[in-house]
């Protein structure tokens, strides 16, 4: 993608678009510092800041993406890209070190080969309950198992498993990843993933703060806030009784459960087209800096 104009922002309009940014993360932020402050772990929202590995004050920190001219904004100039010319500081792909060029390399032949895949769905969350099955140290031990342990257990061996993730096959217990229909690795990745896949829009915020500054910190929180969501169904839709956080669950035992899911899990999947091409788009644009 070619930048075609440089929008020109003031430092009134600077400073508004942060403190809106700053205002809309702390609502996910300031609850996760808390918590912490207090020892109080919490098996839903903490995934966001343990497993991604974008720190609270970094999500917090607003940056305007490319094609910003920034009158008056010295104080970017501490940051990796960012250049003063032509009246003010923008951020210049082309001076960002090698490695974001890699990173972007991989992150537009990944999500385009998403793009280019029908969403698969009526995997019913089974990755959950497959991470649990037949062992006797669940990952979230603090929380109880909805259907008990023989219960989760028929669960997983009544229904067909079809996880298409990586980063949620290999936390599959020994004895449950032979049910999977395939058995994903890093160097298969391009070749399964899938919009459909709720992990895979997770992700999205991965690779949206992986290419920051070159990504607008708005898109970053908009990832960040599909990615929220999805967690939310995607333990909602788990073995753990969460009816003490106050979470209903999405029984995908039953039918009516896994019709449920199935709509949900579409409509996250349309949600994060419009987010994927964006990153699409900003991915080639860093790639292609400097050529």
Same mark, same amino acid.
């Not at 098996?43 to 609270?56: A, G």
């Not at 999977?180 to 829009?201: I, K, Y």
């Given at each position: 993608?070619?930048?075609?104009?440089?929008?020109?922002?003031?430092?009134?309009?600077?400073?508004?678009?942060?403190?809106?940014?700053?205002?809309?993360?702390?609502?996910?932020?300031?609850?996760?510092?808390?918590?912490?402050? =207090?020892?109080?772990?919490?098996?839903?929202?903490?995934? !966001?800041?343990?497993?991604?590995?974008?720190?609270?004050?970094?999500?917090?920190?607003?940056?305007?993406?490319?094609?910003? !001219?920034?009158?008056?904004?010295?104080?970017?100039?501490?940051?990796?890209?960012?250049?003063?010319?032509?009246?003010?500081?923008?951020?210049?792909?082309?001076?960002?070190?090698?490695?974001?060029?890699?990173?972007?390399?991989?992150?537009?032949?990944?999500?385009?080969?998403?793009?280019?895949? &029908?969403?698969? !769905?009526?995997?019913?969350?089974?990755?959950?309950?497959?991470?649990?099955?037949?062992?006797?140290?669940?990952?979230?031990? &603090?929380?109880?198992?909805?259907?008990?342990?023989?219960?989760?257990?028929?669960?997983?061996?009544?229904?067909?498993?079809?996880?298409?993730?990586?980063?949620?096959?290999?936390?599959?217990?020994?004895?449950?990843?032979?049910?999977?229909?395939?058995?994903?690795?890093?160097?298969?990745?391009?070749?399964?993933?899938?919009?459909?896949?709720? =992990? &895979?829009?997770?992700?999205?915020?991965?690779?949206?703060?992986?290419?920051?500054?070159?990504?607008?910190?708005?898109?970053?929180?908009?990832?960040?806030?599909? &990615?929220?969501?999805?967690?939310?169904?995607?333990?909602?839709?788990?073995?753990?009784?969460?009816?003490?956080?106050?979470?209903?669950?999405?029984?995908?035992?039953?039918?009516?459960?896994?019709?449920?899911?199935?709509?949900?899990?579409?409509?996250?999947?349309?949600?994060?087209?419009?987010?994927?091409?964006?990153?699409?788009?900003?991915?080639?644009?860093?790639?292609?800096?400097?050529?």
């Amino acid at each position: 993608m070619t930048v075609a104009t440089l929008v020109v922002l003031d430092p009134g309009a600077r400073r508004a678009r942060a403190a809106t940014h700053l205002e809309r993360v702390r609502a996910w932020t300031g609850p996760h510092r808390e918590r912490r402050r =207090h020892g109080e772990p919490h098996p839903v929202w903490d995934f !966001l800041f343990t497993y991604y590995s974008h720190r609270p004050a970094q999500l917090e920190r607003w940056d305007p993406g490319p094609g910003v !001219l920034m009158p008056g904004a010295e104080e970017f100039l501490d940051r990796p890209g960012y250049r003063q010319g032509d009246g003010g500081v923008r951020l210049e792909p082309a001076a960002l070190p090698e490695r974001f060029r890699t990173t972007a390399g991989f992150v537009h032949r990944l999500l385009t080969a998403t793009r280019g895949r &029908a969403p698969r !769905l009526g995997c019913f969350g089974l990755h959950e309950w497959a991470m649990v099955y037949r062992t006797e140290q669940p990952r979230h031990a &603090a929380v109880p198992l909805r259907l008990g342990t023989t219960g989760t257990d028929a669960v997983v061996e009544s229904m067909r498993i079809t996880c298409t993730h990586h980063d949620a096959y290999r936390f599959f217990t020994d004895a449950a990843a032979p049910r999977n229909t395939v058995s994903p690795t890093r160097e298969t990745q391009l070749d399964l993933e899938q919009p459909g896949c709720l =992990h &895979a829009t997770m992700d999205l915020y991965k690779w949206a703060y992986k290419l920051a500054p070159a990504v607008p910190s708005e898109l970053v929180a908009d990832c960040f806030a599909l &990615a929220a969501d999805v967690r939310e169904l995607d333990m909602r839709a788990s073995p753990y009784d969460l009816s003490g956080h106050g979470f209903a669950p999405v029984r995908i035992e039953t039918p009516d459960g896994r019709a449920e899911y199935v709509r949900a899990q579409a409509a996250f999947a349309a949600r994060a087209t419009p987010l994927r091409d964006r990153l699409i788009d900003l991915a080639a644009q860093l790639r292609d800096a400097g050529r």
